[in-house]
Nanobody, 116 residues
């Protein structure tokens, strides 16, 4: 099964930016529509952004205008550019297939902490 590795998280101040990466172990990943999800402490995992194989994107309302999802098929990688970060963006971020019935095993995620 395709394995996912998320990276790029860290501790930043409000208003700063981060770029997350989701690297897949196999190129079959490029045939999947993929999403970024996040889970804050004590809360359920929620959708953040998604991208289809054709490059069509959609975003949660909380991410619109600040986050950009993209993919590089040559690298089997999906990115999430996050700008104007807020404290409420603090969470562990994960990537996975958009189709909830075809989810891959979740990776370890990458921690994003936004704090002054």
């Amino acid at each position: 099964q395709v394995q996912l590795v998320e990276s790029g998280g860290g501790l930043v101040q409000p208003g700063e930016s981060l770029r997350l990466a989701c690297a897949a172990s196999e190129s079959t990943f490029n045939s999947y529509s993929v999403g970024w999800y996040r889970q804050a402490a004590g809360k359920q995992r929620e959708f953040v952004a998604g991208i289809t194989t054709g490059g069509r994107t959609n975003y949660a309302d909380s991410a619109k205008g600040r986050f950009t999802i993209s993919r590089d098929n040559a690298q089997n990688t999906v990115y999430l550019q996050m700008n104007s970060l807020k404290s409420e963006d603090t969470a562990v971020y994960y990537c996975n297939r958009l189709d909830p019935f075809l989810r891959l095993r979740w990776g370890q995620g990458t921690q994003v902490t936004v704090s002054s």
